[in-house]
């Protein structure tokens, strides 16, 4: 591996071509940006029809939009020099980047999309394997570079195939790079494995089961791009959602997706999905846990059931002139229990009695007097003899008045959950001081899993080809069923760490989670090699799995650099300010994370201290202070933990949130503490 140096002209020469290439593609880009304008005027002007001229239409303006909102930043880096003898590329050579750039669609690119099939030599030939690479080229750019040509500063080349295999200091050094603002894009340092599962077929689920800073999340993201990429149409059609945690990790991943060329993704998080109403209520911990529980899933159904009824059959007659066509009160019984056997959706169910008690109708009325015209079907559907018999057997429902029956009236709840909850449970799930109807109800974020789950149950909801989950451990059976009826006929990538789960219900088993989350065959793969926080960090941290009571291999790292610092102190506040005055001597991010009930204090005392702080909504800031409860996914260059035993002894499952908290640093860790450590 090579980098360029005064002394070595060859080397030099090459930089310079390497510069010059790279204003031929900016200058080709702004060309592909224009072009694609001018594309969205007369494409629509020369279709066949209205309707091909809005289809194509909304692709040309799609195109535009990503080309157009393409961040500023480096069009490639890396190389693939192949072989003469390479089957397929022979001689070739091919710049990587994010996006494909070309002269004129039918001439040889520019740069190759690095999801294409030719990109995936860059990430996976090896000296063992060159898989037809020469040379394998990186590209060393300055940091913050807004794609200039002279903040090209260096280059490596990997010569595969005379056998050469080092480590790259160009990669190391960007993985290692302080971090300021959002999420970056790793598709210049993706490795072998990241590749294998970010290229993993659109028709298989899977899951990752990725141990601080391995880059899951990262993984998860590239592969919604590549899924898009390499299925356009599909997805296009179907959609592909990405699902985070929370708001703030939304933004703090809501530029990977735009880098790497792909805009308009949804990104959103399971409340967001579900919620029919504002989450303004809020649950006792035991009542929350009663209704995340998978065996509400069947008290739902019981409940919804409940109200469909052959009992309360009675005859038909829909009269036409002087004639009366009947069906007995025992044949519409006999359809009702049929339809119910068949378990459909609820509102498919109604609509299905409906279609066989017509059929019945005609059939008598054709014997009489012939065939029927569609008029006269579409008459007797909507009669009211008939509508008022279904809503005896089988009525329209709305999800909200079942739940707040459930909720409310203890011999409805006690029908629908006997030999499932027990009284306590029962008791539990009861609304102390229930509202007067349920469009006065305060629904809990609970309530709107519920609700979903009803919603579910009456009519499937719109679903997705493919849905990204991040952080699913933390995701109850009820919310997991939630995320299943959306991905029914389509693929999960499910992104999450065990060790990691801060919820009641966290998953203790993925084989349990998948089941809930109705891909019971989905690939479980580790990622254990981190490559973001650092060794120290980490031992630090796999101090505590043996607390945890979940079976995750322990993490470890592959960056010998960092730093751990542990300071125990009788004034705490202090020693907080103190550390954070030495991380802002260094470059870097900084975050200062506490028990959510100790942040406003560490807030004041820095403010006092002339430390100018944000919260986790700032990105980009120089110092932010996070409660632990919201850190999840985060991370900064430096973190200073403060009192862990606090952050330990403040919820349920504190010792997986610590875990989270001492794992969140990519460089420098410091531990402050008055108490003794939990680890």
Known sequence: MTSPHPAHPALQESLHAERAHHDACRAALAAMVEGAAEQVVIGEDVSASGADAEVLGFRLRSRAKAIRELPPGPLFFGRLDFADDAPGHAGQHYHVGRVRITEHPAAPPLVVDWRAPVSRAFYQASARDPQGVGTRRRFGWAPGSRGDSADLTGLEDEHLGRGESRASAIVAHEIERPRVGPMRDIAATIQPEQDDLVRADLTGSVCVQGAPGTGKTAVGLHRAAYLLYTHPKRLQRSGLLILGPNRTFLRYIAEVLPALGESGVRQST??????????TGTDPVAT???????????????????????????????????YRWRVSAGELAAVVEQVRAERPPYAVGRERVRTRVVGLLRERAE??????PASWVRRVE????????????WPRVRP?????????????LARAAGGLLDPGEQSALLWPRPPRSYKSARWSAADLVLLDELSGLIEHPEGYGHIVVDEA????????RAVARRAAFGSLTVLGDLAQGTTPWSARDWTVQLRHLGKPDAAVVPLTAGFRVPAAVVELANRLLARLDVAVPAARSLRADGELTLRPTGDVLATTVTAVRDALTREGSVGVVAADADVDALRRALTAAGVTTADPDTLGARVTVVPASLVKGLEYDHVVAVEPAAVAEAEPRGAHRLYVVLTRAVSRLDVVHARPLPF
């Open 270 to 279: 399971l409340l967001e999905e579900i919620a029919r109403h504002p989450a």
């Open 288 to 322: 929350a846990a009663v209704k995340h529980d998978a065996r509400m899933a069947e008290v739902l159904r019981r409940a919804l059931y409940a109200r469909v009824s052959a009992a309360g059959a009675a005859d038909l007659a829909v009269v036409e002139g002087s």
């Open 367 to 372: 014997r009489r007097s012939g065939v029927r």
């Open 382 to 393: 909507r009669s009211r003899p008939l509508t008022a018999r279904l809503d005896a057997v």
């Open 400 to 412: 909200e008045e079942i739940l707040a029956e459930l909720l409310t009236d203890g011999a409805v």
């Open 473 to 480: 451990q933390d995701l109850s059976p009820m919310e997991c």
